[in-house]
C-alpha cells in the first residue's frame, strides 16, 4: 500500500519544498527523493486512517493534499505513523529516525518559509534512540583483497580505489565530471552543494589514468567521470551492484557491507595506519561536526589491547 511512491500524482506543496531543498539549499536529489517518499508514506496512512476510499489510495494520487488536508494531520497521526512503521512494515530504528526528520523539516519549511502554517507541531515529534554502534568497516588486508578481486576491470578498480582512498560518499562519486579531475587533487561537491578538494594518492591517480584510457573508446554520451558501457553516467544503484559483487568475490558478504562502509574503511584506516588527527579527518571527509567524524576514529580490540599491555606492570607476576 505504501510502496513505490515516487510513482504517483504530484502534491503540489511537497514539491515546491523539494524544489526548495534541492535548488535553494544544495541538497542531493536523492535526499529529496527519501524526503518525498517519507511525506508521502504519511499522507498515505492518513487517508486510510481515515477511510479514504481503498481505490484512491491505491492510485497514489496526492494531488488533493492541499494544505487543508496537511493542516488537518495532528502529532496523533504523527506518532501512528511512526509505531506502524516499527511495528508493521519492521523498518529499522535508524530508518525510523529519517522519517521523522523528513517530516519535521517538511513543516518546518511551512511554517517558516512557506508561511502557511501557524503552528510547527512536527516540532514536538520525539525520535527514537538510536543505539551506537561500532561503524563498520574493512580490514586493511580486506581492502587488499576487494581491490585485487576488481583488477581486471579498470573503471570498477578506478571506483573501488577512490572509495578506499578518497573516503567520498556514494552521491559524490557518481556526479563527478571531468573537469572536476585534476592532476593532484579532486575537486568533490559534497552535502549542502559546499565544495573540498581532495588530494589524490600514487594508486588513485594510476587508477583514474588508467580508466581515462579506457574511457576514450566507449563513445561517452557525457561529461560523467564514471560511465556505463552505453555511455551514459553510472547511476548510484549501479555503483552499489559493483561493490556487492566484488564483496562477494572477496567473500566479505553477510556482514552489512555497503559503499558507505567503504567511505568508513578508508576512514579508520586512514586514522590507525596514517595517524591522520580528528580535526584533518573531519576536512577530509567534508563533516560539519567533527562529532560525526569521531565515529570513524574508534579504537578496536587489538588497539585495546595493545595499551592495556603498555602499561609497565603487566609484566609483574606474583609468587
Same mark, same amino acid.
Given at each position: %500500500?505504501?510502496?513505490?511512491?515516487?510513482?504517483?500524482?504530484? =502534491? *503540489? $506543496?511537497? !514539491?515546491?519544498?523539494?524544489?526548495?531543498?534541492?535548488?535553494?539549499? #544544495?541538497?542531493?536529489?536523492?535526499?529529496?527523493? !527519501?524526503?518525498? /517518499?517519507d511525506n508521502l508514506m504519511l499522507f498515505s496512512f492518513v487517508k486510510e486512517k481515515r477511510g479514504f476510499p481503498a481505490d484512491e489510495i491505491k492510485r497514489r494520487d496526492f494531488s488533493d493534499a492541499d494544505i487543508e488536508f496537511i493542516r488537518s494531520i495532528n502529532i496523533s497521526d504523527m506518532y501512528d505513523?511512526?509505531?506502524? =512503521?516499527?511495528?508493521?512494515?519492521?523498518?529499522?530504528? *535508524?530508518?525510523?529516525?529519517?522519517? $521523522? &526528520?523528513? /517530516?519535521?523539516?517538511?513543516?518546518?519549511?511551512?511554517?517558516?518559509?512557506a508561511h502557511l502554517l501557524e503552528n510547527n507541531i512536527a516540532e514536538e515529534l520525539d525520535a527514537p534512540k538510536l543505539p551506537k554502534r561500532m561503524p563498520k568497516y574493512l580490514s586493511l588486508e580486506e581492502s587488499i583483497r576487494l581491490l585485487i578481486e576488481s !583488477?581486471? +576491470?579498470?573503471?570498477?578498480?578506478? $571506483?573501488? @580505489?577512490?572509495?578506499? +582512498?578518497?573516503?567520498?560518499?556514494?552521491?559524490?562519486?557518481?556526479?563527478i565530471n571531468l573537469e572536476q579531475v585534476e592532476t593532484e587533487t579532486l575537486q568533490i561537491i559534497g552535502k549542502g552543494n559546499k565544495e573540498r578538494r581532495i588530494f589524490l594518492t600514487p594508486a588513485t591517480k594510476k587508477a583514474i589514468g588508467t580508466w581515462l584510457d579506457v574511457r576514450k573508446t566507449m563513445n561517452p554520451q557525457t561529461n560523467a567521470l564514471f560511465i556505463t558501457k552505453?555511455? @551514459?553516467?553510472?547511476?548510484?544503484?549501479?555503483?552499489?551492484?559493483? &561493490?556487492?559483487?566484488?564483496?562477494?568475490?572477496?567473500?566479505?558478504? #553477510?556482514?552489512?557491507?555497503?559503499?558507505?562502509?567503504?567511505?568508513?574503511? *578508508?576512514?579508520? $584506516?586512514?586514522h590507525r595506519y596514517g595517524h591522520v588527527d580528528v580535526r584533518t579527518l573531519q576536512v577530509l571527509l567534508g563533516h560539519e561536526s567533527i562529532a560525526t567524524t569521531q565515529i570513524y576514529t574508534n579504537i578496536d580490540n587489538e588497539q585495546l589491547?595493545?595499551?592495556? +599491555?603498555? +602499561?609497565?606492570?603487566?609484566? %609483574?607476576?606474583?609468587?
Open positions: %500500500m505504501l510502496s513505490s511512491l515516487k510513482e504517483n500524482k504530484t =502534491c *503540489a $506543496i511537497l !514539491e515546491q519544498y523539494l524544489s526548495y531543498l534541492t535548488v535553494i539549499k #544544495g541538497r542531493f536529489p536523492l535526499t529529496a527523493d !527519501e524526503y518525498r /517518499i505513523f511512526i509505531t506502524y =512503521c516499527g511495528e508493521v512494515r519492521k523498518v529499522t530504528t *535508524a530508518t525510523r529516525s529519517r522519517k $521523522i &526528520v523528513s /517530516i519535521r523539516q517538511f513543516w518546518k519549511y511551512l511554517k517558516s518559509k !583488477e581486471q +576491470n579498470p573503471r570498477d578498480y578506478c $571506483i573501488l @580505489t577512490i572509495f578506499l +582512498n578518497c573516503a567520498l560518499r556514494l552521491s559524490e562519486l557518481v556526479s552505453h555511455g @551514459t553516467r553510472v547511476t548510484s544503484r549501479g555503483v552499489q551492484d559493483i &561493490v556487492k559483487k566484488y564483496l562477494k568475490k572477496a567473500g566479505l558478504v #553477510g556482514r552489512g557491507l555497503s559503499t558507505h562502509k567503504l567511505r568508513h574503511s *578508508a576512514a579508520t $584506516i586512514l589491547q595493545s595499551a592495556v +599491555n603498555s +602499561n609497565p606492570l603487566a609484566s %609483574m607476576f606474583g609468587k
